[in-house]
């Protein structure tokens, strides 16, 4: 199946701190990207759409100013959490569509962030 | 409002059983079904896609798609402690890949 890598994997900060996450596709070029947040025992929480060349489109009640979605290229998305707080801590998941063929959504391997 | 059902289980089954996983979804225009799985701890991992009616078998896992119900189950035959995990199921509105739902999981525990 198709790759998509997704760094740091696990990232302890300060509060206060901003934290940035890479999500990159390997193999094929994305011009959509997802993020999703899940928290413990919890289903996926679909957080924003990311739009290559364009800005991101966000869930009802995710804040767009503490959580920055660039998506500057075909293969590279970013999720930038500013000014975290230990509320934010949580599993992100990045996501990539890959069109044609069966079109497919495919996973990073998660960010898991824990704000101290 | 586009919604994707899953029972949240946990369902419980043998080594060596047939576990079964259900999902309803409320749109009839669906182009395309997918079954992922999630480690506890892990992010999904895509297992199988399916697109028209009937059945689709990847080694021991057979998607079954019925569009006039609605519904598109999964089946993991000779069950192992491994394949205990959540099951997501996720329906594509459409092939753009912009309006995939998920259901909310099935937790399988695979008893050995």
């Known amino acids: 199946g198709a790759v998509v890598s997704q760094h740091p994997s696990w990232v302890i900060c300060k509060s206060g701190t901003s934290v940035k996450i890479e999500c990159r596709s390997l193999?094929?070029?994305?011009?959509?990207m997802f993020w999703y947040r899940q928290f413990p025992k919890q289903s996926l929480m679909l957080m924003a759409t990311?739009?290559?060349?364009?800005?991101?489109?966000?869930e009802q009640g995710v804040e767009k100013d503490k959580f920055l979605i660039n998506h500057a290229s075909l293969t590279l998305s970013t999720l930038t959490v500013t000014s975290a707080h230990p509320e934010d801590s949580s599993f992100y998941i990045c996501?990539?569509?890959?069109?044609?063929?069966?079109?497919?959504?495919?996973f990073g391997e998660g960010s898991r962030l824990t704000v101290l | 409002q586009k919604e994707v059902e899953q029972n949240s289980g946990p369902l419980s089954v043998p080594e060596g059983a047939i576990a079964s996983l259900n999902c309803t979804y409320s749109?009839?225009?669906?182009?395309?079904f997918f079954w992922y799985r999630q480690y506890s701890g892990k992010s999904p991992e895509l297992i199988m896609s399916?697109?028209?009616?009937g059945d689709k078998e990847d080694g021991r896992f057979t998607a079954q798609l019925n569009k006039a119900s609605q519904y598109v189950s999964l089946l993991i035959r000779d069950s192992q402690p491994s394949d205990s995990a959540t099951y997501l199921c996720?329906?594509?509105?459409?092939?753009?890949?912009?309006?995939?739902?998920f259901g909310g999981g099935t937790r399988l525990m695979v008893k050995p």
């Open positions: 996501s990539a569509f890959r069109q044609g063929g069966a079109g497919e959504l495919f």
């Open positions: 193999d094929f070029q994305a011009t959509t």
């Open positions: 990311s739009n290559e060349g364009s800005k991101a489109t966000y």
């Open positions: 749109d009839r225009v669906s182009q395309s």
């Open positions: 399916i697109y028209s009616n």
């Open positions: 996720a329906v594509n509105w459409d092939n753009a890949g912009n309006m995939l739902t």
